[in-house]
């Protein structure tokens, strides 16, 4: 991560363009005045932008494939989740799920506020007017069907690795079927063998 230095790359001048525009327009200032002194982070491992209260995060590549409109748009997103206090309002919930709640609802604000998100931001007309808490507490339920509704994938492995064991008992018991089959062969031509003899006898004993 790099703060702003004598070489200042492209990418952190096109979000302090940004940045700064919000500051200076009249019909964006409000939201301007929350980023004052926030300070601006390159961080090549973010995969968007982040806030910590402090600063904005952002990943250069991600922000090249942003207009200045969108650029402003994500830093008023941002700025929104510390004036909601979400940091605040997590209190033990998911910090992923809830997060993505709180997207929800800012991403609604932000749009109605008139300013560009980017491409596949989170939209739904059932979170209308929802707060953050209502929205985490819907998916958390439909998460939890789900899971309920599609087993997990070790419990299909043990069975398949019992049918395994089963199949394996089955070839092992082969060999001793087929040498009983084997013994029970050979016990019928002695008996075979020895049913003739005693006619072989009783034709001689006739014959005598």
């Given at each position: 991560?790099?703060?702003?230095?004598?070489?200042?790359?492209?990418?952190?001048?096109?979000?302090?363009?940004?940045?700064?525009f919000l500051m200076q327009?009249?019909?964006?200032?409000?939201?301007?005045?929350?980023c004052?002194?926030?300070?601006?982070?390159e961080?090549?491992?973010?995969?968007t932008?982040?806030?910590?209260?402090?600063?904005?995060?952002f990943?250069?590549?991600?922000?090249?494939?942003?207009?200045?409109?969108?650029?402003?748009?994500?830093?008023?997103?941002?700025?929104?989740?510390?004036?909601?206090?979400h940091?605040?309002?997590?209190?033990?919930?998911?910090p992923?799920?809830?997060?993505?709640?709180?997207?929800y609802?800012?991403?609604?604000?932000?749009?109605?506020?008139?300013?560009?998100?980017?491409?596949?931001?989170?939209?739904?007309?059932?979170?209308?007017?929802?707060?953050?808490?209502?929205?985490?507490?819907?998916?958390y339920?439909?998460?939890?069907?789900?899971?309920?509704?599609?087993?997990?994938?070790?419990?299909?492995?043990q069975?398949e690795?019992?049918d395994?064991?089963?199949?394996?008992?089955?070839?092992?018991?082969?060999?001793?079927?087929?040498q009983?089959?084997?013994?029970?062969?050979?016990?019928?031509?002695?008996?075979?063998?020895?049913q003739?003899?005693?006619?072989?006898?009783d034709?001689?004993?006739?014959?005598?």
């Amino acid at each position: 991560m790099q703060t702003q230095n004598a070489t200042m790359s492209i990418e952190y001048a096109r979000v302090l363009r940004a940045k700064r525009f919000l500051m200076q327009n009249p019909k964006t200032s409000f939201w301007g005045s929350l980023c004052q002194g926030k300070e601006l982070i390159e961080d090549p491992t973010a995969s968007t932008f982040w806030t910590d209260g402090k600063s904005f995060g952002f990943n250069p590549d991600y922000s090249a494939s942003l207009s200045l409109a969108e650029i402003q748009g994500v830093l008023v997103h941002e700025i929104m989740h510390l004036t909601l206090l979400h940091h605040l309002r997590l209190k033990g919930r998911n910090p992923e799920l809830y997060n993505v709640a709180g997207d929800y609802v800012i991403n609604a604000l932000v749009r109605d506020a008139g300013f560009t998100l980017p491409p596949g931001g989170l939209f739904d007309k059932r979170f209308a007017n929802c707060t953050t808490e209502a929205i985490y507490n819907l998916l958390y339920t439909e998460q939890a069907n789900k899971k309920q509704n599609h087993p997990s994938a070790p419990k299909q492995d043990q069975d398949e690795d019992q049918d395994q064991d089963q199949d394996d008992q089955d070839q092992a018991s082969t060999p001793d079927e087929d040498q009983e089959s084997d013994e029970d062969q050979d016990e019928d031509q002695d008996q075979d063998e020895d049913q003739d003899q005693d006619e072989d006898q009783d034709q001689d004993g006739a014959g005598t």
